[in-house]
C-alpha cells in the first residue's frame, strides 16, 4: 500500500511523472492525515478528570476516526487502481468502426469507476468532518487548534477529490450519469462548507 511507505517515498512518488498516485491519491491521503489529527484530540482527551463525562463518547469517536483513516489509506490505492483502466483504455486502437465503438464502450466505464472512487473519498472525508466537529465541541481545549489543522485538512480533501470527479464526468457520453454524479459532488462539497464554517468558527473562538 502506499501509504505503508515512509512519507518521504510517497512524496517522492507523487513527485514523479508517474500517473500514480495523483489528486485523487493524495487527497485521500490528506484526508487520512485529518482523521489522524482527530484521533490525536481524542487522546489528548480520554483520561483527563476534566473530560470524564464525555470519555465514553470521545473512545467512540476515536474508533470510529480510527476506520476512517484505514478506509482512506485504503481509497489512497483504490484511486490509483481505478486510473489503471483508464490510462489503458486511452491507448486501445480506433482505426475501425469497430475499434472505436469498442474503444468507446471501454473508455466511458473506465471514466465512471475513475470518477466513482473519489466520490467514495468525499464521503468517507465528510464522516471525518461530522467527528472533528463534536470534538471541536467536546475535545481538549489544549488540542482544539488541531481539531482546526484537521478540519483545514478535510476540506482541502473534499474538494482536491471533487476535481478528480469533475475531469472525468466532463469526458462521459452518458451525460444522465455524469449530471447525476455531479450532482452529488455539488452537494457534498456545499455540506463541507457548511461544517467547515461552523466548526472553524468554534475553533476560533476557543483560541483567540
Given at each position: 500500500m502506499m501509504l505503508e511507505k515512509r512519507t518521504t517515498d510517497f512524496l517522492e512518488e507523487l513527485s514523479s511523472g508517474a500517473a500514480v498516485p495523483g489528486g485523487g491519491g493524495a487527497s485521500a491521503a490528506v484526508g487520512a492525515f485529518a482523521a489522524a489529527l482527530g484521533m490525536m484530540v481524542t487522546n489528548l482527551t480520554i483520561g483527563k478528570k476534566k473530560y470524564a463525562d464525555v470519555e465514553g463518547e470521545i473512545k467512540k469517536i476515536r474508533d470510529k476516526l480510527?476506520?476512517?483513516?484505514?478506509?482512506?489509506v485504503i481509497l489512497t490505492d483504490r484511486d490509483a487502481a481505478a486510473f489503471e483502466p483508464l490510462s489503458k483504455a486511452y491507448g486501445l486502437p480506433?482505426?475501425?468502426e469497430e475499434q472505436k465503438e469498442a474503444k468507446e464502450r471501454i473508455m466511458e466505464q473506465a471514466l465512471y469507476t475513475a470518477g466513482k472512487v473519489p466520490m467514495q473519498i468525499?464521503?468517507?472525508?465528510?464522516?471525518?468532518?461530522?467527528?472533528?466537529?463534536?470534538?471541536g465541541e467536546k475535545g481538549s481545549r489544549l488540542a482544539v487548534s488541531d481539531v482546526g489543522v484537521g478540519l483545514l485538512f478535510a476540506q482541502a480533501a473534499l474538494e482536491g477529490a471533487s476535481l478528480n470527479v469533475f475531469i472525468n464526468t466532463k469526458m462521459m457520453k452518458n451525460r444522465e450519469r455524469a449530471d447525476e454524479m455531479n450532482a452529488r459532488t455539488e452537494e457534498m462539497i456545499a455540506q463541507g462548507h457548511r461544517l467547515k464554517e461552523e466548526i472553524y468558527a468554534g475553533v476560533l473562538e476557543k483560541i483567540k
Open positions: 480510527a476506520s476512517l483513516r484505514d478506509e482512506l480506433k482505426e475501425t468525499m464521503e468517507t472525508v465528510l464522516k471525518v468532518m461530522d467527528q472533528l466537529r463534536t470534538l
